[in-house]
């Protein structure tokens, strides 16, 4: 299977606060995820920057659809195939 969509180091913080830390995580074509966990870990923080709402700290790689993204943007990540389901 090919890669979709490829994070890495994917940090981000809110003033003192850190939500995700060092996150790195592959997305294969054709598959559907969802992401469980206690409340406060940083699952919406994570989807909100995989669907262009929230930029990451620097220092983070995204590709997606074999491109690298530096800031991906909403309507590009649902160009690209990205569908968030609340």
């Not at 969509?5 to 913080?13: A, C, D, Y």
């Not at 930029?55 to 983070?60: I, L, M, Q, T, Y």
């Not at 995204?62 to 195939?81: D, F, R, Y």
Request: aromatic content about 6%; overall charge positive.
């Amino acid at each position: 299977m090919e890669t979709f969509l490829s994070l890495r180091h994917i940090n981000k913080t809110f003033h003192a606060t850190r939500a995700l830390r060092d996150v790195s995580l592959d997305f294969m074509s054709g598959e559907v995820h969802c992401l469980a966990g206690q409340n406060g870990c940083g699952k919406s923080t994570l989807i909100k920057i995989m669907s262009g709402v929230y930029r990451p700290d620097e220092g983070a790689e995204i590709t997606l659809g074999g491109k690298n993204w530096s800031k991906l943007t909403p309507a590009a990540s649902v160009a690209q195939g990205i569908q968030v389901i609340y």
